[in-house]
């Protein structure tokens, strides 16, 4: 079923709103805990009114939250985290040599799961918009972000912000560079000097590092690999403020998929992160995807 805001609105949020509307298989994504409109508690223990009156203040406020930002409609909620991690490997043909007996950092675009879920990752850092801060914060959406020392340093607290929100800062180098073109030693400059500036102001070291541009070599998982990285997730989809690039040619989103985009404003593209966000957000809703925290299944 799909239905606006206006119309959940009205309907005062006695009916979940989800599932892609258009495919056969409504209600079957996984990604909601309940469908349709029975009554709380039905066929267990009931529940505390308490209980009852939170959840629909919640639904309430995400309602409000949608309507503030100009959604099409309420993002869905991301399932519970998986108990059991699932198993990451290289994306085949994105391996490099010794992938497995060095035990590398593999390289992926798609986390397995059979939930309808994707991951939302953001890039480089500078646009530092405190808009997009309150809005991911309202909507509960979860991101990973990936910083970029160049261009972070002028304001590590905005990102300190997004931290303390329950977002992960991760690692994309300092300065940005194409590191194949580099030699091992400064390759683990770049990688390794961002490792101890993310200790330093966020009081963490990262696991994970997105190699700028997606390009890489041995030299870069193996570097990566020396100073505790041990994942390097690049994508399977682009988000712009104004369209979406897609690597398979089909042009779909997948379960698991994650999805990039940058902290870009005005100055760089013809509209806020807002209104990038809300491309993102209207797109993956319409279509029955949740957004989880990648950090969550790794
Ligand atoms: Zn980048």
Redesign the pocket.
């Known amino acids: 079923m799909r239905c606006s805001v206006a119309v959940l609105a009205a309907a005062a949020v006695l009916t979940r709103c989800s599932g892609p509307g258009s495919s056969g298989s409504s209600g079957s994504s996984g990604s909601s805990g309940s469908s349709g409109s029975a009554p709380a508690g039905q066929g267990g223990p009931a529940k505390a009114p308490d209980a009852a009156s939170a959840r629909l203040a919640e639904q309430r406020r995400m309602v409000a939250a949608a309507r503030k930002w100009r959604l099409d409609q309420v993002p869905l909620t991301a399932p519970a985290p998986p108990k059991v991690k699932p198993r990451i490997t290289a994306r085949a043909g994105f391996e490099v040599d010794h992938q497995e007996d060095e035990n590398l950092p593999p390289v992926f675009t798609t986390v397995p799961t059979d939930k309808k879920i994707v991951f939302l990752t953001i890039?480089?850092g500078a646009e530092k918009d405190p808009r997009f801060l309150s809005m991911m914060r309202e909507l509960k959406v979860p991101y990973t972000a990936?910083l970029?020392d160049y261009l972070v340093k002028d304001d590590y607290g905005y990102f300190r912000k997004s931290q303390a929100y329950g977002n992960t800062l991760d690692n994309?180098?300092l300065t940005?560079p194409y590191l194949p073109g580099l030699s091992y030693e400064q390759q683990r400059q770049e990688i390794c000097g961002m490792q101890d500036v993310m200790e330093k102001q966020y009081g963490k070291r990262p696991e994970v590092l997105?190699p700028?541009?997606g390009d890489y070599n041995q030299d870069t998982l193996r570097a990566a690999k020396s100073c505790g990285i041990k994942y390097a997730p690049i994508w399977n989809e682009e988000v712009f403020v104004d369209h979406w690039e897609y690597r398979e040619d089909d042009r779909r989103l997948r379960k698991g998929d994650i999805v990039l985009t940058?902290f870009r404003g005005p100055d760089e593209w013809d509209g806020t992160m807002v209104d990038d966000m809300r491309r993102f957000l209207n797109k993956v809703t319409r279509e029955g995807y949740a957004v989880a925290r990648l950090e969550d299944y790794l």
């Open positions: 890039d480089d990936f970029s994309h180098t940005h997105r700028p541009y940058h």
